[in-house]
């Protein structure tokens, strides 16, 4: 795959290079694709990625951009 460069000019800077588009034209072969309840098998599976995609919805630490681990 060949990546495009495009030179743009930035906000209080010269120009930079900033990476153009980096998919794949087209469609997906099979309509399956994507359809994740399907390729799990059971209800146990299937929560554990629901619970993996919302971590931070079902973490107890609560790390990153909604709370600091160290207060200011």
């Known amino acids: 795959m060949e990546y495009i460069v495009e030179m743009k000019t930035a906000p209080g800077r010269e ?3 900033i990476l153009g588009a980096t998919f794949e034209e ?3 072969e099979s309509y399956q694709v994507g359809r994740w309840r399907q ?3 059971s209800r146990q599976e299937k929560l ?3 619970e993996t995609g919302e971590r931070y919805y ?3 630490d609560w790390y990153g ?4 681990k160290n207060p200011a």
């Open 58 to 60: 079902y973490s107890n």
């Open 65 to 68: 951009s909604e709370k600091r």
């Open 26 to 28: 087209g469609k997906p």
């Open 39 to 41: 390729k799990l098998e």
């Open 15 to 17: 120009e930079v290079e």
């Open 48 to 50: 554990k990625y629901l």
